[in-house]
């Protein structure tokens, strides 16, 4: 795919991603790379961050558990030692599984609460004191189960919901330091964790892709692109925008198809 930012956009940035063990946001953290950022990524998993850190150009990675503030706050002082500042925060760290309200418990429903949404806040909280601002790009990661209810997510419709207006208000609050502060709404993404638990079977996966306006799932680089965009001057007077890149997701399909035989 041809790139259609200049070479080296991101050139003299710092970005910190967190949840970038693999999947959305490590393609992210490559992406930035690749066009001239210098990049630090964490994880929960020594193991596993440090691995795609490897991955990673000129990147470093961190074991950092985003439930724990002051874990977040030590992975950002690091950051900022090895590399002088942070221009760019991405907090995508996530937890999903499918179960009805009645089959789940409450440290279930706690469990992806504190990973998606307190994990956002603890992110973008602990960052501020060490951004370069005024002119600092903020992004969280939520999904389209924020605006759309969905059956056996009542876990992630709650914190992605969550995510969605802790975006706005931070926007709100930290506009006048020259902060900006957005989030990005991926759809069905290929290749990754979290549809390979949500649609294992073919049947399912055909079903998803059946949702979706344009019969298909995205790829990691779309989300990447998305977000280099949000983190260059291009988007300098955007804030407390939530971006769909989700293949007409959020749009739904309230039985279009059988209706369709009828058209």
């Not at 293949?247 to 039985?255: E, I, M, Q």
């Amino acid at each position: 795919m041809d790139d259609a930012f200049k070479d080296h956009a991101l050139k003299g940035k710092v970005a910190f991603i967190a949840g970038a063990s693999s999947g959305i946001n490590l393609g992210i953290a490559q992406h930035f790379a690749v066009n001239g950022a210098k990049v630090a990524i964490i994880s929960r998993s020594h193991e596993k961050i440090v691995a795609a850190a490897e991955t990673v150009e000129g990147g470093i990675g961190m074991a950092a558990d985003v439930r724990d503030f002051e874990s977040v706050d030590k992975a950002l002082a690091t950051t900022v030692e090895q590399f002088g500042k942070i221009d760019i925060v991405v907090s995508g760290a996530a937890g999903n599984f499918v179960a009805p309200a009645l089959g789940m418990s409450s440290n279930g429903f706690k469990t992806v609460v504190d990973i998606d949404l307190i994990g956002t806040f603890n992110v973008l909280r602990a960052s501020f004191q060490y951004l370069n601002r005024p002119g600092a790009s903020l992004m969280s990661i939520t999904a389209p189960q924020a605006h759309n209810p969905s059956m056996f997510q009542a876990h992630v419709c709650a914190a992605k919901a969550g995510i969605n207006m802790l975006t706005q208000c931070l926007a709100m609050e930290w506009g006048p330091a020259g902060v900006r502060v957005n989030a990005i709404s991926p759809g069905p993404i290929a290749d990754t964790e979290g549809m390979a638990r949500l649609a294992p079977t073919p049947e399912m996966e055909a079903a998803v892709k059946a949702s979706v306006a344009l019969r298909g799932y995205g790829e990691k680089r779309d989300i990447a692109d998305v977000a280099m965009y949000l983190a260059t001057e291009n988007a300098r007077y955007i804030t407390g925008t939530i971006i769909d890149c989700d293949g007409g997701t959020k749009l739904g399909n309230a039985s279009g198809d059988a209706l369709g035989e009828f058209a």
